[in-house]
C-alpha cells in the first residue's frame, strides 16, 4: 500500500522570505507521480506543482520548485519570495501511474505573516 | 470557463437519511473522481469514473455509499443511512481525457459539499 506522510501540522513564514514544507511517502512502483495542492479556506484544492518520478530533474514553477529524492522517497516544497496569498493548507500528493486514484498526506498549515 | 461545480455546499440532516451530492465537472472532461475529506485530514479517495463506467470504486467504504454518472457528465454520490462518521467534506474532481491510453490529466477540483450528520 501506498502512504503520503507530512511531518509538519504547521508551519509560518515572514512575507518574502522562504520556507521549505516536507513530504515522504513509501510506495514498491517504480512509474509515479507527485503533486503538491494547496487549499486555501475556499476549500478548492488548487494544483501547485508536478514531478513525474522518472524524471532526474526537479520542477520549478515560478516562486514554487521541489526538491525530489527518488531513493529517499522525498519530495520537499519549497516556495519562494513568500506572499500573503500563500496562506492556505498544503498537501503533498502521490499517484500510481496509469490510475485515477490521488493519495494525500494530512496536510501543512501554512501562515504567511506580514 | 466554468470549473467543477459541486450543489448543496453545504447540506445538513439528521442520522439515519439519505442524501444525494451532486457534482458537474468542466465540460468535455471524460474523467471524474470524488474523495471524502474529513476536519483536518487530507483528502481520501472514494470512487473514479471514466465516462458512464465505474473505473475503480475501491474507495467506497461500505455499501451505503454509491455513485453513478448515467450520462458520462454531470454525478451523484449517493449515501444512504447517514451516520454521524459521514460528516465530512465531499470533494469532486474531474479531468480531460489524455491522449495516451491508460493516462491520467490534472484533476481539478470543485469547492465541494460539507456534509454535517447530527
Known amino acids: 500500500a501506498q502512504t503520503v506522510t507530512q511531518s509538519q501540522p504547521e508551519m509560518s513564514v515572514q512575507e518574502a522570505e522562504t520556507v521549505t514544507l516536507s513530504c515522504t511517502y513509501d510506495?514498491?512502483?517504480?512509474?509515479?507521480?507527485l503533486f503538491w495542492y494547496k487549499q486555501p479556506p475556499s476549500r478548492q484544492m488548487i494544483l501547485v506543482i508536478r514531478?513525474?518520478?522518472?524524471?532526474?530533474q526537479n520542477a520549478t514553477e515560478n516562486r514554487f520548485s521541489v526538491n525530489f529524492q527518488k531513493a529517499a522517497k522525498s519530495f520537499s516544497l519549497k516556495i519562494s519570495d513568500s506572499q500573503l496569498g500563500d496562506t492556505a493548507m498544503y498537501f503533498c500528493?502521490?499517484?500510481?501511474?496509469?490510475?485515477?486514484?490521488?493519495?494525500f498526506g494530512q496536510g501543512t498549515t501554512l501562515q504567511v505573516k506580514p | 470557463g466554468a470549473g467543477v461545480s459541486q450543489t448543496p455546499s453545504n447540506k445538513v440532516t439528521e442520522k439515519g437519511k439519505y442524501v444525494e451530492l451532486r457534482c458537474d465537472p468542466i465540460?468535455?472532461?471524460?474523467?471524474l473522481y470524488w474523495y471524502r475529506q474529513s476536519l483536518g485530514q487530507g483528502p481520501e479517495f472514494l470512487i473514479y469514473?471514466?465516462?458512464?463506467?465505474?473505473?475503480?470504486d475501491s474507495g467506497l467504504p461500505n455499501d451505503r455509499f454509491f455513485a453513478v454518472r448515467p450520462e458520462g457528465s454531470v454525478s451523484t454520490l449517493k449515501i444512504q443511512r447517514t451516520e454521524r462518521g459521514d460528516s465530512a467534506v465531499y470533494l469532486c474532481?474531474?479531468?480531460?481525457?489524455?491522449?495516451?491510453?491508460?493516462?491520467?490529466?490534472?484533476?481539478?477540483f470543485g469547492p465541494g459539499t460539507r456534509l454535517t450528520v447530527l
Open positions: 500528493a502521490f499517484q500510481i501511474r496509469n490510475t485515477g486514484k490521488l493519495i
Open positions: 469514473f471514466q465516462g458512464t463506467g465505474a473505473a475503480d
Open positions: 465540460s468535455g472532461h471524460t474523467a
Open positions: 514531478q513525474e518520478a522518472y524524471k532526474q
Open positions: 474532481a474531474s479531468s480531460s481525457q489524455p491522449r495516451l491510453a491508460g493516462g491520467h490529466n490534472e484533476q481539478f
Open positions: 510506495t514498491s512502483e517504480n512509474n509515479y507521480y
